[in-house]
């Protein structure tokens, strides 16, 4: 019998919309040090696919091949015992023609797999849920995860307003400022009527947030009580923060109830020098000249679009040097 050990890699499936592109692929650098123009990535990284908008699967490698007869040979290696499975060879967009396989093949293939291993197999309701994914003129077969649209339910909120980031985009904010919550404090001190919020504590990031206004704090905080979730949220400017964190999120503020001046943003980034080392901003106009003035260094950078409204979007590091 085959040991199912994972070999520690990991493939994921992408798909996004040519206007999520740079935004997608900004949270793959931040998720794994790299992007890809495919559709694919493979890591040694483990992340939860339901933690990205983008990322449709992840397999967990468990054993690999040249070919489709070496995973075959392994295949007949494994004996499920008394668990069910199923085999599923997805539907990947924009595979390298080397690696692509047609419709009526992958359902060949998962047949032949099936009858390979040694078990019963259950295609309605099965404990275990194998993938097989080609990638790089090799095959992968392991654990397949497919991701749950978490965000899509936090759409519809008690307390929204036209203007708040959409929450697709909002998670990716918070998953490029925070990749790997552990131990990381992170703060949102413009949190407006609490979509980040929203987002990040639903990923378990340890967050907390702030504004000036009332009536968006008292809205924020009834979002986040509404998907079942706990966060505090205060009242007050970023100006009062004395507790350092280690990544503050700031969506310079743009709506109905707040819009910050050019001297209230420098403001804002100012006091966001001595609270945190890592800073991420969205902002819908170029400020390039203010994060430098306030003390920080623009370290990655991308456009995400919601219609014809373009934001920016900056990872920045604070300097040596500032204001």
């Not at 077969?141 to 929204?160: C, D, I, L, T």
């Not at 990381?184 to 949190?191: L, S, T």
């Not at 924020?220 to 949220?233: C, D, K, M």
């Not at 050019?262 to 400020?287: F, G, N, S, W, Y």
Request: proline content about 5%.
């Amino acid at each position: 019998m085959k040991r199912l050990t994972p070999t520690g890699e990991f493939l994921y499936t992408y798909a996004y919309h040519n206007d999520e592109k740079e935004l997608c692929h900004m949270e793959m650098r931040a998720f794994f040090g790299k992007d890809t123009e495919e559709k694919i990535l493979k890591s040694s990284y483990g992340i939860d696919p339901s933690r990205s908008p983008f990322i449709k699967e992840r397999l967990e490698v468990l054993f690999e091949a040249a070919d489709l007869a070496g995973i075959l040979q392994q295949a007949a290696e494994v004996n499920m015992e008394t668990a069910t499975f199923k085999v599923i060879f997805p539907k990947i967009n924009d595979l390298a023609l080397t690696d692509k396989v047609e419709y009526v093949e992958k359902r060949d293939i998962e047949r032949q797999i099936g009858a390979a291993i040694t078990g019963r197999a259950d295609v309605h309701n099965p404990d275990v849920t194998f993938g097989l994914i080609p990638f790089g003129g090799r095959w992968y077969f392991g654990n397949y995860e497919q991701s749950e649209a978490v965000w899509f339910k936090h759409q519809q909120k008690p307390r929204e307003y036209s203007t708040a980031l959409s929450t697709r985009v909002a998670r990716a904010v918070a998953n490029i400022a925070v990749p790997n919550p552990d131990g990381i404090k992170a703060i949102d001190p413009c949190c407006g009527i609490g979509t980040v919020l929203v987002e990040a504590l639903s990923m378990g990031i340890d967050i907390v947030g702030r504004d000036i206004n009332p009536l968006v704090v008292d809205g924020s905080r009834e979002n986040i009580a509404h998907f079942g979730l706990t966060g505090q949220v205060e009242l007050g400017p970023i100006a009062d923060i004395t507790e350092p964190y280690d990544v503050a999120i700031i969506d310079m503020p743009y709506n109905l109830y707040t819009h910050a001046t050019p001297d209230e943003q420098q403001d804002i980034l100012k006091h966001a020098r001595p609270i945190t080392e890592k800073l991420l901003v969205v902002t819908i106009e170029t400020i390039d000249d203010m994060i430098e003035r306030a003390g920080f260094a623009i370290t990655d950078r991308c456009i995400a679009k919601k219609g014809l409204f373009l934001r920016e979007i900056l990872v920045c590091e604070r300097t040596e040097i500032g204001v």
